[in-house]
C-alpha cells in the first residue's frame, strides 16, 4: 500500500467544518471596506525577489530566514510573496495608478513565511489589507483606523482589543535617533541577548521590540524618539491623536511600537488583544510615504493596515462571537420511492430558485425512512420536506420540525412557499 502523502508542515488545511467561518470574518470583511468605497486589488503570490529585498530591507528576518525563495528555469530568483504592500505598490507604478491620483485598495489572500508553525500563525497565512494612496494628510490615518474600529464593532471584538500608536517620525528624524540608540545600546551591551547585538548597528529600533526581560530592563533608560521629532511630524501625530479622541476611539502612546518593516514613517499602529492567552497582534499598519520612490515610481504618500485572517477566525472561536451553526442547512429535503426521489430533485431545485437565501440539501443516497432522518438530523436542518407518492399525487409535502416542538403537518406546495418565507 502507498504512503499516505501529508500536507506539509505549516501549511494547513481548511476543513468544510471550518470554512463557514473562515466565510463569516470574510464577508464581514468585505462589507467593511465596500462600506468605506474601497476597490478591490489583486496580485500574483509569486513576485521578483528583488521587490521585498528593495522594500522590506535586506537585514530583517523575513529576508534573512523567512522568504520561500527559488530560481526559476531562465534563472531568475522568485518569491512567494511574504506581506502584500509591496505587491500593491509594484502593481500601482506598473498600471499607472498611484502618481498624481488618490487610490483606495483592499486585498485578501495567502502570504508564505518559513517560521516555526504555532496556533495561529502558519506558514502559509491569509491576509487581509487596506492601502490608502495620495493623500499625506492625518484624515486618510485616522480612516483606516476607524474602519479597523468599525469592524470589530460588527464583530463584536470592541472590548476584547485596544489600540496602540506611535510616530516614527520622518527618515532624517529617524536617522537621528538611530544614530543615539546606537550610542545607547553600546553602553549597555552587557545586557543585550545575541539578536539585540545583531540589529544594534543594522536595525537598532527593532531591538526596541524585543520581549527578552534582560533587554527590556534597559529600554526604559533609552532615547526617546519623540525627543528628535520635527514640527511637521509633531502636528501630523497631534492632529491623528485629535481625530481619534474626536472618533471616540480610545487608543494608548506606545513609544516603544516600531513595525518590522522598514518602509514604514510616521504614524505606526497595533490593535492588540490579551483574549488569546499572551498578549497578541490581531492586526498592524502605518504610514509608509517614501515606498512607492523606492519601488522605482514617483513620490506618493501612503497608509494602510494588515491582518492576519487566521488570527481573527481563532479570536471568533476561542470568544465564541459566532452563535449560530454556520455550516448548517435550514431544509433538508427527503423522499420515499423512485418517483418521490426523481420529483422531489426537481422541487429542490425549484424551490432553491424561489429561495435563493436559504440553504437547501436534498438526500440523494437512498435508504430507508430512519437512514434519512438520521442525515437530516445530521445536517443541523431546521425542518424536513418528505415527498411519497401520497403527497405527489396531491400535490403537498409532509413537514417534520426538527430543532422546534411542533407538530408535523402537511401543507400545499403554495403554503410551503408561505412557511419557507418564515424561516
Not at 119 to 137: A, L, N, W
Request: proline fraction near 3%.
Amino acid at each position: 500500500m502507498a504512503k499516505n502523502i501529508q500536507a506539509i508542515r505549516g501549511m494547513n488545511d481548511c476543513l468544510p467544518t471550518q470554512t463557514p467561518l473562515w466565510q463569516f470574518a470574510e464577508q464581514a470583511v468585505r462589507n467593511t471596506v465596500a462600506s468605506y468605497g474601497y476597490s478591490e486589488i489583486r496580485t500574483p503570490v509569486v513576485e521578483s525577489t528583488e521587490l521585498f529585498k528593495r522594500s522590506i530591507g535586506e537585514v530583517t528576518d523575513i529576508i534573512e530566514k523567512e522568504m520561500y525563495t527559488f530560481d526559476d528555469r531562465n534563472g531568475d530568483s522568485l518569491s512567494l510573496r511574504p506581506e502584500g504592500t509591496a505587491c500593491v505598490v509594484r502593481a500601482g507604478n506598473q498600471h499607472g495608478l498611484l502618481y498624481n491620483q488618490e487610490q483606495r485598495f483592499w486585498y485578501m489572500g495567502p502570504m508564505f513565511r518559513h517560521e516555526r508553525p504555532q496556533k495561529g500563525r502558519y506558514r502559509q497565512f491569509h491576509q487581509f489589507g487596506v492601502e490608502v494612496y495620495g493623500i499625506s494628510d492625518a484624515h486618510a490615518d485616522a480612516e483606516v483606523l476607524m474602519m479597523s474600529a468599525h469592524l470589530w464593532n460588527k464583530l463584536g471584538m470592541t472590548e476584547h482589543v485596544r489600540l496602540e500608536i506611535n510616530t516614527l517620525g520622518d527618515n532624517e528624524e529617524r536617522a537621528l535617533y538611530r544614530d543615539a540608540l546606537i550610542a545607547y545600546f553600546e553602553q549597555h551591551t552587557e545586557s543585550l541577548d545575541d539578536d539585540a547585538k545583531r540589529r544594534m548597528y543594522t536595525n537598532p529600533l527593532r531591538v526596541l521590540d524585543s520581549k527578552n526581560p534582560q533587554v527590556q530592563s534597559i529600554l526604559g533608560d533609552a532615547p526617546k524618539l519623540s525627543e528628535y521629532l520635527g514640527e511637521d511630524s509633531k502636528k501630523h501625530f497631534e492632529k491623528l491623536c485629535e481625530l481619534l479622541t474626536l472618533a471616540g476611539i480610545q487608543y494608548e502612546v506606545n513609544e516603544r511600537l516600531v513595525r518590522g518593516l522598514d518602509y514604514y514613517n510616521r504614524t505606526v499602529f497595533e490593535w492588540v488583544t490579551d483574549s488569546l492567552g499572551a498578549q497578541g497582534t490581531v492586526l498592524a499598519g502605518g504610514r509608509y510615504d517614501g515606498l512607492v520612490e523606492q519601488l522605482g515610481g514617483k513620490a506618493t504618500p501612503a497608509v494602510g493596515f494588515a491582518m492576519g485572517i487566521e488570527r481573527l477566525v481563532l479570536m471568533l472561536e476561542t470568544l465564541e462571537l459566532v452563535e449560530t451553526d454556520l455550516s448548517s442547512v435550514d431544509v433538508y429535503v427527503c423522499a420515499m420511492g423512485d418517483d418521490a426521489q426523481n420529483q422531489s430533485l426537481i422541487i429542490s431545485e425549484t424551490l432553491r430558485k424561489q429561495h435563493s437565501d436559504l440553504r437547501i440539501m436534498k438526500h440523494n443516497s437512498g435508504g430507508n425512512f430512519k437512514k434519512q432522518m438520521k442525515k437530516a438530523d445530521q445536517s443541523g436542518a431546521k425542518i424536513v420536506l418528505l415527498f411519497g407518492d401520497n403527497e405527489l399525487e396531491q400535490g403537498s409535502v409532509t413537514v417534520k420540525y426538527l430543532r422546534e416542538d411542533k407538530p408535523q403537518l402537511t401543507i400545499s406546495m403554495q403554503e410551503l412557499s408561505t412557511l419557507l418565507e418564515e424561516l
